[in-house]
């Protein structure tokens, strides 16, 4: 997938104000709409001016957007970030006529079906717009579920028309169980509503942070455990430090690195709950000390062993 930039489609600098961005936008709009255009390839024009102006036109989108721009050129190889967007409170309007299957891939990637949908309009009282945040949490969270405080960042024009950060810090409970992707509803969170309406919701989507002790697939958890040359081969009882807490593990004499032991159960929480595998690998001593060198020396003399016997 390629990185697209905005502003580049819609012939505007990366300081240009929201009012340049809309007369560069209805410029385009006249060039480019089906029922007028002559252009051989207006209609693919016209879904690229609409996707770039419905993200810098929305002042959290393009704040969201431009935390990437320094990093990425048109047309390079993009993946966004795990952490990407986490704690940028989007609304859920979209830009002008799109539609889902005019989003391209690389906005979705971005925004998801957050960025979709369409605006309050011009209703005398309507409620307001559901908000949408990606969260990131601790992996531990969902074990026995946590209270935590969560700041969600978003943006606005001001009355002179320049973009103005807003911070807010609310405190989230994290139920047990919940599974990554899941999302927490918090009803009167989102936008307020219009002529008296009521406010819309706030919709927060769990993201686990990263761990470099563990990885997740559904509700299953995979962690990767260090094993003694001895305890590998002979067997043995370790503690192991888990999410759930520290377990007596026995491993079987005889295994090697990539051996998957199952802890049913000792998964994410649900019904039914997902497992623990903890993946053996085993770690040898260093060889830093003439002790330590000796017993190599003795192991290549006496255990005859070729690694590689099997692939001969």
Known sequence: MEFRDYYRTLGVERGASADEIKRAYRKLARKYHPDVSKEADAERRMREVNEA??????????????????????????????????????????????????????????????????GAGGAHRMRGEDRHARILIDLVDVYDGATRAIKLRGARLDDRGRTVTDERVLDVRIPKGLAEGQQIRLAGQGAPGFGGGPPGDLYLEVQFRLDPRYRVQGRDVYETVPVAPWEAALGATIEVPTPSGRVQVNVPAGSQTGRKLRLKGRGIPGDPPGSLYLQLEVVLPPADTDKARQFYATMARELAFDPRRSAT
């Open 53 to 118: 102006y419905a993200v810098l036109a929305d002042p959290t989108k393009r704040a969201a957007y431009d935390e990437l721009g320094n990093r990425y050129g048109a047309g390079q190889e993009f993946q966004p970030p795990p952490d990407w967007g986490a704690g940028f409170e989007f609304s859920g309007a979209g830009g002008p006529d799109m539609r889902d299957e005019a989003f391209s891939d690389f906005f979705s990637s971005l925004f998801g079906r957050a960025g979709r949908g369409r």
